[in-house]
């Protein structure tokens, strides 16, 4: 099945694509934006929960997600998304070093036998599980360094 294939598929469906682990990486302060972005509003969901709904709905498993700061808040942000059996919460107790810390964290905690992670930002709400998928695809066809690029 290529991905125009699975284009019109969600969930568990994607899994028939080769699953792969992901990382999203949800740890920071938001200094820039003035405050925790991950929490701001999006509709009636916090940036988080749309950024996470998009991460489970694509084709990677296990899902780790490296919180810090505000954690407590960031996980309550999720509601019911924090209970998905392939999620797997990482508390990165350096995050104020930076991103490097948390995805340094993430890597570390990877499956010995993990051909490759699909990581992503907490804040890139409009993220799509079909454009993860794509980019899963890519990789496991390729075995190569795969990011999207606007066309």
């Not at 598929?9 to 990382?23: D, H, Q």
């Not at 009636?44 to 950024?51: D, K, T």
């Not at 991460?55 to 700061?69: F, I, K, N």
């Not at 508390?91 to 051909?115: C, H, I, K, M, V």
């Amino acid at each position: 099945m290529d991905f125009r294939e699975a284009r019109g598929l969600s969930g568990r469906e994607f899994l028939t694509i080769e699953s792969i682990p992901g990382i999203v990486l949800a740890a920071g302060a938001g200094r820039r934006f003035g405050g925790n972005k991950l929490l701001a509003l999006l509709g009636r969901r916090p940036v988080i929960y749309h950024s996470f709904q998009a991460t489970l709905d694509a084709p990677l498993d296990p899902v780790y997600l490296v919180v810090g700061h505000e954690h407590e808040k960031v996980l309550a942000a999720l509601d019911e998304l924090r209970t998905h059996p392939r999620l797997r919460i990482l508390y990165n107790t350096l995050w104020q070093a930076g991103r490097a810390s948390s995805l340094r964290l993430a890597l570390d905690a990877l499956p010995t036998e993990a051909p490759g992670a699909v990581v992503l930002l907490g804040d890139m709400p409009l993220m799509t599980s079909e454009l993860i998928a794509r980019v899963v695809r890519a990789f496991t066809e390729t075995k190569r360094l795969c990011f999207p690029v606007a066309l």
